[in-house]
């Protein structure tokens, strides 16, 4: 995945309608074709400590100087090349919009289907290109057939917008929500496998799963939890919303029948960028959240007459997708899991500290999740942002508060120098009080 030879191989193969060779020269520099070579031979653990390496990758992006962004959990932030890419295409759109945006970007669309496609493993026929995870899955909860009585199990701990969208179908639809509840974090899978397994009955027909917890960073062992659901006949709908090009899978792999994910976080791709995957045999009976002319065809463009949306958000997808192979997704996640240990290992015994991340690094990725006894999640966030200028997110929701750290490619580890000691003063202050 992470070779050069092999990335601009896929490059050519996955050629647009515009140079693709001339959009990305400004991006890979002689300094980055040079990074890029050098992280050739190593291994992922290997190239997850060389920081050369990645203060190459930091110099793609454009950090600000002001405040350590450790919210990435929240939205990426684009690499030049993707900024670059979006401005250029923007621009070209209001030179003559309608012939721009709907005769050349709007045909640039099946290249990158195929393109992301390759990235999620499975048949450029079964991913729609869409705005984000939302509309993703909405169209899903929204598009599936199911009669009043029919059962679908989800979690407290999925996506607010997602528990939203179910809960307007249990209202409308008399379906029947069934809860499960999950004290975080869960090392233990099996356990977390049993429990959807036994709420399972004869009228399940769904089981929603979300792969990584937003809230936590906590993995869930979706193919053992889909294959449970097949084995009783149910659908499975899978919130990829922070696994898609942060976690190395596949998504006929985890099972799932539906999956939905926002491309503007771990790909980093534009703002308002995101991607529906149905399987092949499902996409006939998945009714789309707007109509098109033949709304129960098996052609998964069925779910793109979204009307006119920003082509150049959309084409520019592209450039994250080649920045993304640049640096190959074992890369990425094996240097994002060594951030996460980095900073949290140093205040694991800060005494007061309490983590809802695991320290399992094959059950968590870039985000964690901890709180401090004595000192309240929402001004434990404000004090880093206020006396330290780091950025974070409060967490207040069922089971959890604390407030979420998550680091990026572009983050350094002087960056969480930084968070740690602020940890340290913060927690001695409150167990000083
Ligand atoms: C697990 C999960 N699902 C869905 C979403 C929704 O993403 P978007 O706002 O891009 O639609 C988020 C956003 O944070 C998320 O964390």
């Known amino acids: 995945m992470g070779s ?12 647009g309608l ?60 684009q690499p030049r090349s993707v900024q670059e890419g979006m401005i250029r295409y923007y621009r070209m759109s209001n030179e003559g919009p309608s012939y721009y945006m709907w005769r050349i970007l709007d045909k640039g669309r099946e290249s990158l289907r195929r ?15 869409n705005r984000n995870a939302s509309e993703a899955l909405e169209t899903v909860i929204f598009g599936l057939r199911l009669d009043r009585g029919d059962e679908v199990i989800l979690s407290r701990q999925d996506y607010p917008n997602m528990i939203n969208a179910w809960k307007q179908r249990e209202k409308r639809d008399g379906i029947k929500l069934v809860w499960l509840n999950f004290e975080l974090p869960a090392d233990d899978d099996n356990a977390i496998v049993r429990k959807f397994s036994d709420a399972i009955t004869s009228r399940t027909r769904v089981v929603h799963v979300t792969h990584v917890v937003n809230w936590t960073g906590q993995i869930m062992p979706v193919s053992r939890i889909a294959e449970s659901a097949h084995r009783a006949g149910a659908r499975v709908v899978l919130d990829a919303a922070h696994s898609f090009a942060q ?8 099972g799932c029948d539906y999956a939905g994910t926002s491309l503007h976080k771990w790909l980093c791709a534009p703002f308002g960028s995101g991607m529906l995957y149905v399987r092949k045999a499902r996409i006939g009976n998945l009714w789309p959240l707007f109509a098109g002319a033949e709304p129960e065809s098996d052609d998964i463009r069925k779910f793109e007459a979204l009307g006119t949306r920003s082509f150049p958000s959309e084409h520019a997808i592209s450039q994250a997708v080649d920045f993304h192979l640049a640096i190959g997704t074992g890369r990425k996640l094996a240097r994002l899991r060594y951030l996460k240990q980095y900073w949290s290992e140093k205040v694991r015994d800060v005494p007061g500290i309490r983590f809802y991340t695991t320290f399992a690094t094959n059950r968590s990725c870039a985000l964690c999740n901890f709180g401090i006894d004595g000192i309240e999640t929402g001004k434990l966030e404000a004090r880093l942002l206020n006396e330290y200028r780091i950025h974070t997110s409060p967490i207040v929701w069922e089971n959890i508060d604390g407030v979420r750290v998550t680091p990026h490619v572009y983050t350094m580890p002087r960056d969480l120098d930084i968070l740690v000691e602020a940890i340290r003063e913060i927690a001695s202050k409150a167990a000083n009080r």
């Open 115 to 129: 393109k992301l496609a390759g990235l999620a493993g499975c048949a450029p026929e079964e991913i729609a290109v």
């Open 18 to 77: 515009l140079s693709t060779q001339a959009l990305i020269a400004p991006a890979f520099s002689k300094q980055g074709q040079y990074q890029l070579g050098r992280i050739e031979g190593l291994s992922p653990a290997e190239t997850a400590r060389d920081e050369d390496f990645w203060s190459w990758v930091r110099e793609a992006y454009t950090v600000s100087p002001e405040i350590i962004n450790l919210n990435n959990g929240g939205v990426s932030p």
């Open 4 to 15: 050069r030879r092999k990335f601009l191989g896929q490059l050519g193969g996955a050629a």
């Open 247 to 254: 976690l190395e899978f596949t998504f006929p792999e985890t």
